[in-house]
């Protein structure tokens, strides 16, 4: 016995240890990803279904490998949040996608917004309002037109410290959205302590409505309590017109996914707006 826990423990260290090398391979790789500009970002619509206009896009993080080709970002965003390049990789998501968003207004799409992704790292480091509000000045933007999605996990890193940015983002204008709403441990009173002025209903519910009956009904009392609370809702996932169409009953209009476009490179964003309005 003595002899087989030895060798577990050793096929147990060995895994550790290939495990831990891969990371590092894969943490260089990043870091050299970086460098050679191999991310990119795609952009998907947020239509409102009532008059299938769209309102604006939310950037999403990919990683043009050279071998592998176009990696999601399930598979390096936890790498980058837990080495810290985030924070930089971050800083790179908000100027591309604001440029991006520049360039429309420019071509005469100038009512749209960009919603972009932040994690609790890029929230924790000190002086993200400056940062942001310098990036705006840099492309001429108002806050307003920049929406800043976050989930709860992130709300619930440092609560204290998170109402703080939060408040005094809120107070410059930018919009912020609640990401992934219902699938976290936060409580209901984060709605009204957090100055959010958007809710993303999450896929989970809206993937199973209208035939589950217990997602259907989260949903409604999501929506229900979205309205009271005065905020704006975009139901995220939306595959199907089944969807689309209870959805918009319920007076949540907004949406995002499939049924209207995946996520679409820069180029072939700007030819869906050009085909769409
Ligand atoms: P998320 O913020 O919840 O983004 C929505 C995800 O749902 C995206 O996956 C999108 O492609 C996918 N999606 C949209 N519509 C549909 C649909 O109708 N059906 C289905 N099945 N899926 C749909 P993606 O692009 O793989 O992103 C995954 C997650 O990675 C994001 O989830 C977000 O948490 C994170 N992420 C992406 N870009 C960034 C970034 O720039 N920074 C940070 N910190 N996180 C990012
Ligand atoms: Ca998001
Ligand atoms: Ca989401
Ligand atoms: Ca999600």
């Known amino acids: 016995?003595?002899?087989?826990?030895?060798?577990?423990?050793?096929?147990?260290?060995?895994?550790?240890?290939?495990?831990?090398?891969?990371?590092?391979?894969?943490?260089?790789?990043?870091?050299?990803?970086?460098?050679?500009?191999?991310?990119?970002?795609?952009?998907?619509?947020?239509?409102?279904?009532?008059?299938?206009?769209?309102?604006?896009?939310?950037?999403?993080?990919?990683?043009?490998?050279?071998?592998?080709?176009?990696?999601?970002?399930?598979?390096?965003?936890?790498?980058?949040?837990?080495?810290?390049?985030?924070?930089?990789?971050?800083?790179?998501?908000?100027?591309?996608?604001?440029?991006?968003?520049?360039?429309?207004?420019?071509?005469?799409?100038?009512?749209?917004?960009?919603?972009?992704?932040?994690?609790?790292?890029?929230?924790?480091?000190?002086?993200?309002?400056?940062?942001?509000?310098?990036?705006?000045?840099?492309?001429?933007l108002d806050p307003g037109v920049l929406e800043l999605e976050i989930t709860e996990g992130t709300l619930m890193q440092d609560v204290a410290s998170t109402t703080f940015t939060l408040q005094q983002l809120s107070r410059s204008g930018f919009g912020i959205a609640l990401d992934d709403f219902g699938t976290g441990y936060s409580s209901l009173s984060y709605l009204s302590k957090f100055p959010f002025t958007t809710l993303k209903i999450d896929r989970a519910f809206v993937r199973d409505i209208p035939g589950d009956p217990d997602h259907t009904a989260i949903t409604r009392a999501i929506v229900a309590m979205g309205q009271g609370l005065r905020l704006r809702l975009v139901a995220e996932g939306v595959e199907t017109e089944e969807q689309r169409a209870f959805l918009n009953g319920l007076g949540c209009s907004l949406m995002q996914g499939y049924l209207y476009s995946r996520p679409l490179s820069a180029a072939a964003a700007t030819a869906w707006l050009a085909d769409s309005v």
Request: glycine letters at 10%; hydrophobic letters at 35%.
């Open 1 to 140: 016995a003595k002899e087989r826990g030895g060798n577990t423990y050793e096929f147990y260290a060995e895994e550790i240890g290939a495990h831990a090398e891969k990371r590092l391979l894969l943490e260089n790789e990043l870091r050299r990803a970086l460098n050679r500009d191999e991310f990119v970002l795609h952009y998907q619509p947020q239509v409102d279904s009532a008059t299938g206009r769209p309102c604006g896009f939310e950037a999403l993080i990919r990683w043009q490998h050279p071998e592998r080709g176009l990696v999601p970002p399930g598979d390096f965003i936890p790498i980058l949040e837990e080495t810290g390049m985030i924070v930089e990789v971050g800083d790179w998501v908000l100027q591309t996608a604001l440029r991006q968003l520049a360039d429309w207004h420019r071509r005469g799409w100038d009512g749209l917004t960009m919603a972009v992704n932040l994690s609790s790292r890029q929230f924790e480091r000190s002086g993200l309002p400056e940062t942001l509000e310098r990036a705006l000045n840099e492309h001429g």
